[in-house]
């Protein structure tokens, strides 16, 4: 079998996507789909049309044919299988099949074709393996931009930590004005976060409001520099790299790095807002007039020797709006539907309609949202889910220490689900008293030995398909089993159990549809085996 080439052309003639795979001029194959047309009879159940020179195997797409000019020597049946297993392909790449939808996927089917027929030969393919090939998802690609990421957050972080201890040198120098906020609002370090507040005409007294005292909603504050403590180091979203902390002549160097990521499009933040107790990652700023934030604690305790003691998922709904033309709307939600996840919407929302339309919105229509908020905003909906399922944990923990001789041989294995991706996953295993550092015989990922805390880290960057599964095998002098727990982890994933998505931001005032942005984040608060 040799194809000449393949191609989907309209029933005018037109030749929407071609492909040639054989040694041939281009206009000898343009005159063979051009004689195409006027040899199709109206009516005929025919596949095929022989000519003199060549073969036409073709097939009806709706108002389209897809065809396969070969020479006469090929075998008929195999030139049929081919057209069959093309005709699956197209739908997959092309939603609409006429001529305006053919044309905005052209490229993709061309290399899908390309992966079918090699050399004029059909190849031994299927169209899952197609969509692979022609997908190319690379584990290591996806590593390297991670990698690559925090580099430039951890870049992020030393700037922000030397903009913090400017601004508090700053501070010092002025402390003699006693006006407090409005200097530094004045040098563009301050920020007062409110409630609905005078314009929204929702009172900040009682319990049930947003600006209420009660930990659901948001309460007003004044965020500056004074308020730390005398000798609190400046908190940040992760530990600077080794070897690049505050040292001094270095401030051109590293202002040069800053300048080299702005080029590239990196947006750097220089208003610094020094975070109180344990440290989070640093957000992006905010570039959509609305942005909801979907985020899910996990806190998960395993028995070692299986089963599951606590399963416990909490998570909320946050919104933040940058403009007050923007804050009269509603959010449309859509969830899984798991019974097992209870969901809470905040006092102030209309829960009958929440309950019956899923759609989150003010008991008043005429009051708008917040706007302007820090953090996370404004608090819409919490839920929570407990449960004993251990085949929903999106991360299994096993651990078998044994001893022989004089020595304590520990295998760790980790598994995750299929449809769940971590990223940044550090497995914390507890090790007695020890000289020096385990001997790690075999490992799936990177390891370190704090020794101060006698604490072996098992890192891994990355879980997905390619390495669902990893196993950690280690040696020790020997010990009791019991002193390698309790076993701690820690990860993120962009999946989340409740799978809360924003289908759509309503507008209450008329106008067009102010645009939204969703982040999701499930992140572990305490995750052990014990």
Known sequence: MVVLAASIISKSGKALVSRQFVDMSRIRIEGYLA?????????KQHTYIETENVRYVYQPIESLYLLLVTN???????DLETLRLLSKLVPEYSYSLDEEGIGRTAFELIFAF?????????????VTQVKQYCEMESHEERLHKLVLQNKINETKDVMKRKASEID?????????????????????SGRIDTGFGSDSGISNTGGSGFGSGSGF????EVDTFSTKSKGRPAASATAPPKGLGMQLGKTQKTNQFLESLKAEGEVIVEDVRPSVGQAKP?????????????????NVTLKRDGGVSNFVVQGTLSLQILNQEDAFIQVQIETSGNPAILFKAHPNMNKELFANE????????????PTGQGGDGVSLLRWRMQSTDESILPLTINCWPSVSGGETYVNIEYETPAQIDLQNVVISVPLPALREAPNVQQIDGEWRYDSRNSVLEWSVLLIDNSNRSGALEFVVPAADPSAFFPISAQFTSSRTFSDVKVVNVLPLKGGATPKHAQRTLLATETYQVV
């Open 35 to 43: 004689a195409f047309p006027k040899l199709v009879g109206i009516g």
């Open 168 to 188: 508090k040198s700053k501070i010092e120098r002025n402390r003699g004005d006693k006006g407090g906020f409005m200097s530094l609002q004045s040098m563009g």
């Open 358 to 369: 899923n759609i989150l919105g003010l008991k008043d229509p005429n009051r708008p949202f």
């Open 217 to 220: 909603g948001l309460t007003p």
């Open 282 to 298: 640093a957000a992006a700023p905010l570039t959509d007039p609305v942005t909801l934030t979907v985020e899910e604690k996990i």
């Open 114 to 126: 390309d992966e079918v027929i090699s050399l004029g030969h059909k190849e031994n393919v299927t």
């Open 72 to 78: 006469k020597q090929s075998n008929i049946l195999e």
